[in-house]
């Protein structure tokens, strides 16, 4: 993450019986527990409904269809010690193939990092119950 920069990125929502697909983090610094949904960076010259099926395609290996754009969040903090600014395109989307969905859990690749990493299928109760915060903390107004 580049420093005073803020970084335009887009993340999406995968429903699946009152649970969303998210990715889930640590943040040593603080001693934090978050989830967030699948995403990443908008590239220069790229409209957000392109990046979010790149997104994903780089991520999963899959399609998605019927992205929609639900809402734009900015999103101010910070990450293991360090200060992050993001305006955030949030969409709902469907993955094309319907398979998925009977999952319990999807393996992903996140660029840069060098080990392997799983979404999970998680409702507001499950991530509560386990001090789990979703982040962008706004996001929680445009789900549920």
Not at 7 to 35: M, N, P, Q, T
Not at 75 to 83: A, K, R, V
Request: hydrophobic content about 35%; some cysteine.
């Amino acid at each position: 993450m580049k420093k005073n920069r803020i970084r335009s990125i887009v993340i999406c929502l995968f429903r699946k019986d009152g649970r969303i697909l998210v990715s889930e983090g640590y943040d040593s610094v603080k001693g934090d527990h978050f989830a967030r949904p699948l995403g990443g960076g908008v590239e220069f010259g790229e409209h957000s409904s392109d990046a979010i099926a790149r997104e994903i395609r780089e991520e999963l290996g899959v399609e998605i269809e019927s992205p929609k754009l639900i809402g734009v969040l900015e999103n101010i903090f910070t990450y293991n010690g360090e200060q992050g600014h993001e305006i955030v395109f949030v969409y709902d989307a469907e993955f094309r193939d319907k398979d998925l969905y009977e999952r319990a859990e999807l393996p992903y690749h996140e660029e840069g990092v060098d080990r392997a990493m799983t979404a999970h299928w998680r409702s507001p109760e499950e991530l509560s119950q386990n001090n789990i915060r979703l982040v962008p903390e706004e996001l929680s107004e445009l789900l549920w």
